[in-house]
């Protein structure tokens, strides 16, 4: 499938990352699922339904379900979204089928829409309601690269989330590990290998170092 291979860039070489960080997973039991695992292309493009509500969002990534976000310094709510009852949200099969006309086309040069991330850690807490899920946009840059956002759970029994790493591999941490990583240069959080996905307790965000050009993070409050 050729969106998968614009999705899922090749990249042979490794991050390479000189650093000190914990491998522990700090979450509760699933009974009868593991906890960590590779990541297949199929499964990233049968995620979703081809009906599935899918909400662009303006930093470019995009969202599956609700997500409340809020400062991590006040707790006040600053933007809402929710894909099922956004009207400016489209679907899962018709975001496929534009990803596959562009990579059609004569004039392709991947990846699109690459965009630097953060060079400090984020301010900003997102909320993920229990089924919705979030697919960031592509990180570039040198040196540590953090996410826009920090990501929680909402709305649902437990604490944990999906957090998975594709085209490289990268770290999982609070606002104060990415802080310390951020001020050290050594790595404070979890580690999440290339392709593939770790469940994790707790506000968390991912950051990177000298990301790989196609890198980016899917998050989701998912079972």
Not at 43 to 49: A, G, P, Q, V
Not at 93 to 116: I, R, Y
Request: charged share 20%; proline share 4%; with cysteine.
């Amino acid at each position: 499938m050729k969106w998968t291979k614009f999705l899922l860039l090749s990249i042979f070489a490794s991050v390479g990352l000189c650093v000190s960080v914990s491998k522990d997973v700090h979450a509760a039991e699933r009974i009868g699922k593991p906890l960590s695992g590779p990541v297949t292309q199929e499964e990233i493009y049968n995620r979703y339904s081809d009906d599935a509500s899918i909400l662009l969002i303006p930093d470019g990534g995009f969202l599956h379900g609700e997500m409340i976000e809020t400062s991590a310094i006040t707790g006040e709510v600053v933007a809402y979204y929710n894909s099922e009852t956004d009207s400016s949200a489209t679907t899962w099969g018709k975001l496929k089928d534009k990803m596959d006309q562009v990579l059609e086309s004569d004039d392709f040069v991947a990846p699109l829409n690459l965009q630097p991330r953060r060079a400090t850690p984020p301010s900003t807490v997102r909320g993920l309601s229990y089924g919705a899920s979030y697919t960031s946009d592509y990180f570039s840059g040198s040196g540590w690269r953090f996410a826009g956002y920090l990501f929680k759970a909402i709305n649902s029994a437990g604490p944990l989330l999906r957090w998975e790493s594709h085209n490289d591999g990268g770290v999982i941490g609070t606002g104060t590990q990415a802080w310390n990583t951020l001020d050290s240069g050594f790595a404070e959080g979890t580690l999440i290998n290339k392709n593939a996905y770790l469940y994790l307790n707790g506000t968390q965000c991912y950051f990177n170092h000298n990301p790989q050009d196609g890198t980016y993070y899917w998050v989701g409050n998912v079972d």
